[in-house]
């Protein structure tokens, strides 16, 4: 059973830096997403930051590319989420999610992820 835990939210000021983590277990695929997809209050889900196993290649959605970073943690099953510079527009749920990928399908819609975490609330306010 994959299960998907996610920490660190909270708030912070505009123009700060927050670290979000997921860990993951029961991931039995070798060729998967780990993902963040946030959800603002009165909008659609969006995913904002995948990475790829067993490549490591990263992505980011073009509108949080310049201040999102997703890397791993000091441990293979850690995902990080950092967000940079953060805006009142960066108000949301976060979720960790991750999938199988069948080839090379993409990880950068909602859609393609099939395991949540609870999702963790970051507010982005002085």
């Known amino acids: 059973q994959v299960q998907l835990v996610e920490s660190g939210g909270g708030s912070v000021q505009p123009g700060g830096s927050l670290t979000l983590s997921c860990e993951v277990s029961?991931?039995?695929?070798?060729?998967?997403?780990v993902g963040w997809v946030r959800q603002i209050v009165g909008k659609e889900r969006e995913a904002v930051a995948s990475?790829?196993?067993?490549?490591?290649?990263?992505w980011a959605a073009s509108s949080v590319k310049t201040r999102f970073g997703i890397l791993r943690g000091s441990s293979e099953n850690v995902v990080l989420l950092r967000i940079f510079d953060a805006t009142p527009g960066d108000t949301a749920m976060y979720y960790c999610?991750?999938?199988?990928?069948?080839?090379?399908?993409?990880?950068?819609?909602?859609?393609?992820?099939?395991?949540w975490g609870q999702g963790i609330q970051v507010t982005v306010s002085s």
């Open positions: 999610a991750a999938g199988s990928r069948s080839g090379y399908e993409p990880c950068t819609t909602p859609a393609f992820f099939k395991h």
């Open positions: 990475i790829y196993s067993p490549s490591d290649f990263t």
């Open positions: 029961g991931m039995t695929s070798s060729n998967y997403c």
